[in-house]
């Protein structure tokens, strides 16, 4: 995985050309969501793709009974890879009887009130 602020380029990220922005921004303020298929072009997309897979910092975050868990970035992948089949096989297990969360996070590295990064986005 490479570091976090990658320098790898790629294509400039713009929005697929004919998209109706006006129509879309409309949508989105009736319903306060809107879904735009194939939003970017392919050459931006598979370069998303690619940074979401190959360069972000992902933690990853999951529950097993009463406890939670978060390994940051790079912990999960330093688990031999039998372990982390059992960790997930356990979670989901427990999940057939009660709640239970097993999720990719992408700490948010903004500051917050008093300097401490906060909560970031998820991805399951």
Known sequence: MAEPH???TGPEVRLRPGINLQFCAAVFAKHGR???PQVFPDDVA?????ALREETPWSRV???GDKHHDLGPGIWQSIPED????????VLAN???????FLRELPDRRPARG???SRGVRDS
Not at 46 to 50: A, D, Q, T, V, W
Not at 95 to 101: D, I, K, L, N, Q
């Open 46 to 50: 598979i370069r998303i793709e690619r």
């Open 83 to 90: 372990k982390r089949t059992e960790v997930a096989a356990a």
């Open 115 to 117: 300097g401490a990064a």
């Open 95 to 101: 999940g057939r009887t009660r709640f239970a969360y």
């Open 62 to 64: 999951f529950n097993h």
């Open 6 to 8: 990658s320098t790898v």
């Open 34 to 36: 809107v879904h735009i």
